[in-house]
């Protein structure tokens, strides 16, 4: 860098210049006298410690990232709910048609998200194994799917009487549920703590056995499935969005009362 010396002669006088030199340096500002220069950088670096510093504390206070509890991953496949200690909510559940895993995404994984916030966590879910095509659904339900829909909620029932058992199911999943209910002997379904059904193909019918108090059936405005059709329209592909009012209808249901002992 080129620095002008602040003075200069003439032949026959020497001037000085009346006005500090400046440097434009980041963050100094230097003038010719060397004392200043030394003072000014010295209270530069004092100041710049400060606050590295203060930055640091405030970064220790207040740190950046934020740790939150992992939530349970409820997509994909769902086999936990048959398996290991019982939960005190166990939801049984059908995809619709041409939906991936088990459970599939549309209104599944997000009633099962509500729902575990709604029982502590406290919660199993049993998907449907079934080929859930057109076929299927254009014949009522999948036959295949609708008796394991009763085998699976008959075993819940059996292997954890104490649990909430809810049938539940999504599109063709909602036909399974009607179907399966209606395999189930009487005793077993009079102990089926609730119903919940996305997008139902049989709107308006009761699923039998179960009393209307337990049964949830979320139908939307303009859904054709819900209308008996088989057209696919938007409002059939945004159930995720009722997940809040379906689990915690889900979470109020009770297991049937044990028998009175004789």
Do not use: W
């Amino acid at each position: 860098m080129k620095v002008v010396d602040p003075t200069f002669s003439t032949k026959h006088q020497r001037i000085q210049q009346t006005q500090p030199l400046l440097i434009h340096a980041p963050h100094l500002h230097i003038q010719h006298n060397s004392r200043q220069i030394k003072a000014r950088e010295t209270m530069h670096r004092s100041a710049a410690a400060a606050l590295l510093l203060a930055l640091s504390g405030v970064a220790s206070a207040s740190p950046l990232a934020v740790v939150r509890p992992r939530q349970a991953d409820f997509s994909g496949n769902q086999q936990d709910g048959l398996s290991g200690e019982c939960k005190s909510t166990i939801v049984i559940f059908a995809r619709g048609t041409t939906e991936g895993g088990n459970v599939g995404t549309i209104a599944g994984p997000p009633f099962f998200q509500a729902l575990a916030s709604q029982v502590g966590g406290n919660l199993a879910v049993q998907g449907v194994e079934y080929p859930a095509d057109i076929p299927g659904f254009l014949a009522g339900g999948d036959a295949s799917g609708s008796q394991m829909m009763a085998s699976l909620t008959e075993k819940a029932i059996t292997s954890c009487p104490g649990s909430s058992v809810i049938m539940s199911g999504y599109s063709q999943g909602g036909q399974l549920v009607h179907n399966g209910a209606a395999m189930l002997s009487p005793d077993t379904v009079a102990k089926v703590a609730g119903v919940v059904i996305f997008g139902d193909p049989f709107n308006g019918q009761a699923v039998q056995g179960v009393d209307a108090t337990k049964t949830k059936i979320i139908c939307h405005n303009g859904d054709n499935i819900c209308e008996g059709g088989n057209q696919i329209r938007r409002a059939h592909l945004t159930y995720g969005n009722d997940a809040g009012e379906a689990a915690q209808f889900a979470a109020s249901m009770k297991p049937a009362a044990a028998p009175a002992a004789a």
